[in-house]
């Protein structure tokens, strides 16, 4: 498979399950979650899709195994930060440190999606051509 299918797929659970989580806010009338919601949305789908794009439109790394790596980590860092922030939204400061280590393993794992797409525009990922000097 290739990572930017991955991110697809990932991208689509993560909506629907955002999706039903607003859905069930807006049932209850209980908005108290909406930052875990969002979070999960906007990294979930938004940012899983566009390392998705990203990696489609590179299929130099599209199967690399650190591509693989940064969209694993991606996929576990906002279910870690969503749970947390949800704890913190609903009264628990037990989420408080979960949300601490979502957040910081997401920065760290945007940082490698950082050094990906500079390797690659330098042309030094591992089993690629040089990109055209126009890139
Ligand atoms: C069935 C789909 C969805 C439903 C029913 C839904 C429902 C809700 C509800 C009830 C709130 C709380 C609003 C408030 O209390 O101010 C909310 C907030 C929010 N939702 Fe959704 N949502 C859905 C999909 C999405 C998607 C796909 C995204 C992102 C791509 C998203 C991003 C956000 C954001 C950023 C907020 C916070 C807005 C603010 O700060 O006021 N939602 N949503």
């Known amino acids: 498979m290739k990572a930017s299918v991955l991110s697809f797929r990932a991208a689509v659970?993560?909506?629907?399950?955002?999706?039903?989580?607003?859905?069930?806010?807006?049932?209850?009338?209980?908005?108290?979650?909406?930052?875990?919601?969002?979070?999960?949305?906007?990294l979930g789908w938004v940012s899983l899709f566009l390392f998705g794009v990203y990696y489609h439109l590179h299929p130099a790394i599209d199967r690399h195994r650190l591509t693989f790596v940064q969209?694993?980590?991606?996929?576990?860092?906002?279910?870690?930060?969503?749970?947390?922030?949800?704890?913190?939204?609903?009264?628990?400061a037990m989420g408080d440190p979960i949300a601490a280590a979502g957040s910081l393993l997401a920065l760290a794992d945007m940082l490698l999606f950082g050094w990906l797409v500079y390797r690659r525009a330098q042309g030094q990922l591992a089993g690629q051509p040089s990109p055209a000097p126009a890139e």
């Open 13 to 42: 659970l993560m909506v629907v399950a955002g999706m039903i989580w607003g859905i069930v806010m807006g049932i209850s009338q209980d908005h108290s979650t909406f930052p875990a919601h969002a979070h999960l949305n906007l």
């Open 71 to 92: 969209v694993w980590v991606w996929i576990a860092a906002t279910i870690i930060l969503a749970a947390g922030v949800a704890l913190l939204d609903s009264g628990h």
